[in-house]
């Protein structure tokens, strides 16, 4: 029978494997959950580092975006200037041309004309007439020509101290005698509003061409003879069957009247 001391060492000694084995498992069981929380405290740390990354990379992207959308919309303010600033470049130059013309013309006419520039037209008689800046006191006188180096743009209807008016060709009370160039064929031009004016009552089987140039008869002493008018851009025979209506296209355009040269009548 086993005595009482090595009763207590037998307790003693399983006690002691009983906790090696605990300490070993708790070892065991602790490794990997260390490794787990070491690998996991790292994935976070990656990602939280990952995350921040991405972050600032989306802000200096949307930096970079505002940096440029500024430079393109300065740069389209720069296109948009320049583009303004050539647009008025070219109307300067197409203002000196005409000026030049003018001083041309005015040069070649035997009376002495008046330079004047188109100051306004109304929209309630758009095709009828417009407004220049010479008036009484620069010796405007009524029923004057007004042309152009391209054509005749209509007659003085009415002068006040500073300015007058002109009765553009396309306005239907307007008549002026014409010729038919290549045939020689006289007439009597009528404005038409907005449409073109037209030649009327020529004799049916008048050899009248698209394309023959009109100009100025010039016998009332008011227009200058041979100056343009235009050209012929339609023929077709009238209601009556027995006379023709011819359109022209004016040589001037006007609705972009800036220079004009007044020609004062020839006294009778």
């Known amino acids: 029978m ?17 906790l090696i084995f605990m300490i070993m498992l708790i070892f065991m069981i602790a490794g990997p959950v260390s490794g787990l929380i070491s690998w996991t405290n790292a994935t976070v740390n990656a990602l939280i580092t990952q995350g921040n990354m991405q972050v600032e990379s989306t802000r200096n992207l949307a930096n970079e975006l505002i ?21 008025k470049l070219r109307q300067e ?13 005015k040069q070649s006419i035997d009376r ?7 100051t306004g037209r109304s929209p309630d008689n758009w095709y009828e007439q417009v407004t220049i800046d010479k008036g009484a006191r620069n ?9 152009t180096n391209q054509g005749i743009v209509g007659q003085i209807t009415q002068v006040d101290e500073n300015t007058s008016v002109v009765r553009l060709i396309t306005d239907p009370d307007q008549k002026i005698g014409v010729v038919i160039q290549r045939i020689n064929l006289p007439g009597v031009l009528r404005g038409n509003y907005k449409n073109q004016p037209i030649i009327e009552f020529v004799p049916v089987g008048s050899a009248v061409d698209v394309g023959d140039k009109v100009t100025c008869l010039g016998n009332g002493g008011i227009f200058p003879p041979g100056h343009p008018i235009g050209t012929v851009s339609l023929v077709r025979r009238d209601t009556n069957g027995t006379t023709l209506s011819i359109e ?5 355009n006007l609705y972009d009247l800036t220079h004009v040269l007044i020609v004062p009548p020839i006294s009778i």
């Open 2 to 18: 086993p005595s009482a001391e090595d009763s207590r060492f037998t307790i003693s000694s399983a006690t002691i494997a009983e």
């Open 67 to 87: 940096t440029a959308s500024k430079k393109i919309e300065h740069l389209e303010k720069k296109v948009a200037d320049s583009e303004l600033e050539l647009t």
């Open 93 to 105: 130059a197409k203002d000196v041309d005409k000026l030049r013309a003018l001083l041309d013309l």
């Open 112 to 118: 002495k004309t008046i330079g004047a520039d188109v």
């Open 139 to 147: 010796n405007v006188q009524l029923g004057s020509a007004v042309i």
């Open 248 to 252: 022209v296209r004016t040589a001037e």
